[in-house]
């Protein structure tokens, strides 16, 4: 364990270009020297994060992480408070300010303590390959939570993290937020609503082999079509009085959505769907039963999905169609639509958020790093910054690069947690100085 452990500070070190002195000032130039110093802290760190199952339903695994990034938060001059969500079914918050200049912008860092394992997944632990490892968690989002602290503690080497104004807030429920979300999300948006800037540590995302920037992200909501028909024998299905039933009468209504529905950065998706003489939906509408039989004519059928935009408009524009569409019944039905409330909100890309790419891409150019392009939105999912995205300016993709999320083969690219530590840092200590 041992040998590919050193074997994995190699690579990294290997892989990183080293900025020239020229470009980066005194502090930047120690913050960079100290994330190197401290790979191994940094990593020992984060496998003892990844071996405690945090699954977004385990309220005790959440709570024990929700300790730990208290225990390297504190030292660093962080006041930490735990906020709890019991009453959204859910373990809690960490919410952790750091006060220092009082001119300079307010900062809020973004993260999520939970993760898509829970104890029964048989993927519970952490384990190194060469530049790679492997473990629940491991890229979403505790190697996100490992850059922020490892870019934390390098400001606090640099003298950098005195004068900073940092809120960090990491979510215990990113995955499976609780309900109703008026309570799960209320204190970030709250937060969003006092900072200047959002950072978000969700992992770094890669195309064709190079490092991209994130400034939008689309929502994620949830539908549900219910219908019902008239039941009759078979023999009359289509005629005066009988109809088509509940079935035909769905699919007539999937399918006009996938004729009419597309537009641009909009998918939509039918997930589940059922019916029959009866079919009924669980309480967590994850499970469908029906039964019926071939020469009766289905008297209930039941769709459900999800829908994802770039903007509010967009949302709003579709679900407008989508009811239009459901208003017009073949014979003899009767259908209807419903939206969640539980779902996340878009992150439409603006100039602001665009602006503090381009303040990334400074960082870049004077570590030595390519520059990041705009990624589309289209290849990235929803996230908490989107609760704030309507309040403040925000960049995502500060966290690590990974592949395989919420599967077992989770996998995190181990040079990566040091490149991204060193842009984070650096972003942070030049924002932190900018007047709000």
């Known amino acids: 364990m041992r040998y590919r452990f050193q074997l994995a500070l190699g690579a990294i070190a290997f892989t990183l270009s080293a900025p020239s002195a020229t470009t980066l000032s005194p502090a930047e130039q120690v913050i960079v020297r100290t994330v190197d110093a401290e790979q191994a802290r940094t990593l020992a760190m984060l496998e003892k994060w990844v071996n405690q199952n945090s699954g977004s339903l385990n309220i005790a695994g959440v709570t024990a992480v929700g300790q730990m990034l208290r225990s390297e938060l504190e030292p660093l001059g962080f006041k930490v408070d735990w906020i709890d969500m019991k009453g959204a079914g859910r373990a809690g918050h960490i919410v952790a300010r750091h006060v220092g200049s009082r001119t300079g912008k307010r900062l809020l860092l973004i993260g999520h303590l939970d993760t898509v394992f829970e104890p029964d997944s048989p993927f519970q632990r952490w384990t190194l390959e060469g530049d790679k490892a492997h473990g629940p968690g491991a890229g979403d989002d505790k190697g996100g939570m490992a850059v922020m602290v490892a870019a934390l503690r390098s400001m606090q080497a640099a003298g950098a993290l005195k004068q900073a104004n940092i809120t960090v807030f990491l979510t215990g429920d990113e995955e499976d937020a609780g ?17 200047d800037a959002a950072l978000d540590f969700e992992g770094l995302a890669v195309a064709d082999g190079k490092d991209m920037g994130s400034i939008a992200r689309r929502s994620a909501g949830s539908w549900t079509v219910t219908v019902t028909g ?3 024998h078979s023999s009359g299905v289509g005629r005066a009085g009988t109809g088509y039933g509940a079935i035909y009468e769905l699919a007539r209504i999937i399918d006009q959505f996938r004729r009419e529905l597309p537009e641009d950065k909009l998918t939509f998706n039918v997930g589940l769907i059922g019916g029959g003489q009866t079919a009924v ?14 020469n009766i004519v289905a008297s209930t059928a039941v769709a459900r999905g999800d829908l994802r935009a770039i903007s509010q408009d967009q949302i709003d524009r579709v679900r407008a169609k989508m009811r239009a569409i459901v208003a017009q019944p073949l014979e003899g039905a009767k259908a209807e639509i419903s939206f969640d409330e539980k779902g996340y909100p878009p992150m439409p890309p603006t100039g602001g958020n665009r602006a503090l ?9 004077d570590l030595g790093l390519p520059q990041m392009g705009e990624l589309d939105p289209l290849d990235r999912g929803a996230g908490d910054i989107s609760f704030v995205a309507a309040d403040v300016d925000g960049l995502v993709g500060l966290g690590p690069a990974s592949y395989g999320d919420h599967t077992p083969n989770e996998t995190l690219e181990l040079p990566s947690l040091t490149k991204q530590a060193k842009r984070a840092a650096i972003l942070m200590t030049r924002m932190a100085k900018e007047r709000r």
């Not at 381009?358 to 150019?365: D, P, R």
């Open 179 to 195: 309900s109703p979300l008026s309570i799960s999300r209320r204190d970030l948006i709250a937060e969003g609503k006092k900072a």
């Open 281 to 294: 939906l669980d309480s967590g509408k994850i499970r469908l039963t029906a039964a019926g039989k071939t």
């Open 357 to 365: 790419l381009g303040e990334l891409n400074s960082v870049n150019s």
């Open 230 to 232: 008239k039941s009759a």
